[in-house]
């Protein structure tokens, strides 16, 4: 199996710009999770979708950010507009069941906003 | 709520020495515990994992037993390599959610 798939790998851009992270979680499973990871605050759960449906988005810094996942195999975290404080690695993670389960990471996408 | 705490590092070790990283946990239930891997520039990967009290997890050398009673999970290694050098999370889950410890650098010299 593939793995999760994350696009770009790395990404830099300007301060106000708009950013689209994407993600292809594995095929067959129907959880899918957006994390955050930086140096001050770790590794931070940003939302959570089960069965296409977001769960859990109590994790999502402001209104900058938002995410969807319009199918079973794909979703996207867009921030508009990027600001520096959001430079992070971004890993999309899936699972196949909803409690309890394994979850498995893609490789991330590394963000620099300048 | 749920919580990990792990112990603090960086670690330094040479080959073939004895690797020991802690990790205690606070959850309501009875939560799967984890250990991820991230190597450098990478994501995470599972190393092992137990879901119930008592079971062993096992991964390339590497071990930890779920211990409810004194609510522990404690990573161990007999020999480690220099390819063992990475950041090792401790995490539990009781639902959906994975709860992180900090991390452990660790940097395995030869």
């Known amino acids: 199996d593939a793995g999760v798939i994350q696009s770009p790998r790395h990404e830099v851009t300007e301060m106000g710009q708009e950013v689209t992270l994407r993600c292809k979680p594995i095929?067959?499973?129907?959880?899918l999770f957006w994390y955050r990871q930086t140096m001050m605050r770790g590794l931070e759960l940003l939302i959570y979708?089960?069965?296409?449906?977001?769960?859990?988005d109590s994790g999502m810094p402001e209104d900058r950010f938002s995410a969807k996942m319009p199918n079973a195999s794909f979703s996207t975290l867009k921030i508009q507009p990027s600001e520096p404080r959001d430079s992070a690695v971004y890993f999309c993670?899936?699972?196949?069941?909803?409690?309890?389960?394994?979850?498995?990471f893609g490789p991330g996408t590394r963000l620099l906003v300048l | 709520g749920d919580s990990v705490t792990q112990m603090e590092g960086p670690v330094t070790l040479s080959e073939e020495a004895f690797l020991t990283i802690n990790c205690t946990y606070t959850?309501?239930?009875?939560?799967?515990l984890f250990w991820y891997v991230q190597y450098p520039g990478e994501g995470l990967q599972l190393l092992l994992k137990?879901?119930?009290?008592?079971d062993k997890g096992s991964n390339k050398g590497f071990e930890a037993t779920y211990r409810k009673e004194t609510t522990s999970f404690h990573l161990e290694k007999g020999s480690v390599q220099v390819s063992d050098s990475a950041v090792y999370f401790c995490?539990?889950?009781?639902?959906?959610?994975?709860?992180f410890g900090a991390g452990t650098t660790v940097t395995v010299r030869a």
């Open positions: 993670a899936s699972s196949p069941e909803r409690t309890k389960e394994t979850q498995y």
């Open positions: 095929s067959g499973h129907n959880s």
């Open positions: 979708f089960n069965n296409n449906v977001p769960i859990d």
């Open positions: 959850a309501t239930g009875y939560p799967s």
């Open positions: 137990a879901t119930k009290a008592d």
């Open positions: 995490a539990l889950t009781s639902d959906y959610k994975l709860s």
